[in-house]
T-cell receptor, first 116, second 114 residues
Framework: ELKVEQNPLFLSMQEGKNYTIYCNYS?????LYWYRQDPGKSLESLFV?????AVKQEGRLMASLDTKARLSTLHITAAVHDLSATYFC????????????????FGQGTILTVHP | NAGVTQTPKFQVLKTGQSMTLQCAQD?????MYWYRQDPGMGLRLIYY???????DKGEVPNGYNVSRLNKREFSLRLESAAPSQTSVYFC?????????????FGDGTRLSIL
């Protein structure tokens, strides 16, 4: 059974600082997704990571995937208040043949608060 | 583009009542999903439909049924609502079975069962 764990679950940052959110998963997969959720809102796709060593960057956020370590990171550079949200990683299950398909298992989410 | 549309947005039920949550997507996606979101637990998959005409159980299917009415629509039914089913329900869709694209989410249905 695929399990996905994020840490930290709560992150309080000062504006301008850097930090990293970690996403560990328990079984083989080569498909990992990062989503953002604002309070009371839907989930917005941030990154799709499709292979070992994949790195994606958008603005102050950078995501990477290490399939051997079963680890993804979401790095925040020079945080600003607008980044305050809950961030989820989600991992795609693989079938018996090792092919990833669309069934996702989500982490618990990291609640990020950026203070002035 | 409407994307994924869920109805209703809010609902209050009494224990034992039934209801159907509706979901429709206009992106010509093959796969559709129903999740529930509870505080501190992320999203958990209830049921999914990899393609029109197929449905499969997810992590937490007990107490729910689904219907993939056509390629656009995927409904979730609570036959006899229980307080433990109080949650926010999200419908999602994706275009390729192999998961090369992200899932697109609706705005959610906030369901309270008294």
């Amino acid at each position: 059974e695929l399990k996905v764990e994020q840490n930290p679950l709560f992150l309080s940052m000062q504006e301008g600082k850097n930090y990293t959110i970690y996403c560990n998963y328990s079984t083989t997969s080569d498909r990992l997704y990062w989503y953002r959720q604002d309070p009371g809102k839907s989930l917005e796709s941030l990154f799709v990571l499709l292979s070992n060593g994949a790195v994606k960057q958008e603005g102050r956020l950078m995501a990477s995937l290490d399939t051997k370590a079963r680890l993804s990171t979401l790095h925040i550079t020079a945080a600003v208040h607008d980044l305050s949200a809950t961030y989820f990683c989600a991992v795609a299950s693989t079938n018996a043949g090792g092919t990833s398909y669309g069934k996702l298992t989500f982490g618990q989410g990291t609640i990020l608060t950026v203070h002035p | 583009n409407a994307g994924v549309t869920q109805t209703p947005k809010f609902q209050v039920l009494k224990t034992g009542q039934s209801m159907t949550l509706q979901c429709a997507q206009d992106m010509n996606h093959n796969s559709m999903y129903w999740y529930r979101q509870d505080p501190g637990m992320g999203l958990r998959l209830i049921y999914y439909s990899a393609s029109e005409g197929t449905t499969d159980k997810g992590e937490v299917p007990n107490g729910y049924n689904v219907s993939r009415l056509n390629k656009r629509e995927f409904s979730l039914r609570l036959e006899s609502a229980a307080p433990s089913q109080t949650s926010v329900y999200f419908c999602a869709s994706s275009g390729i079975r192999q998961g090369d694209q992200p899932q697109h989410f609706g705005d959610g249905t906030r369901l309270s069962i008294l």
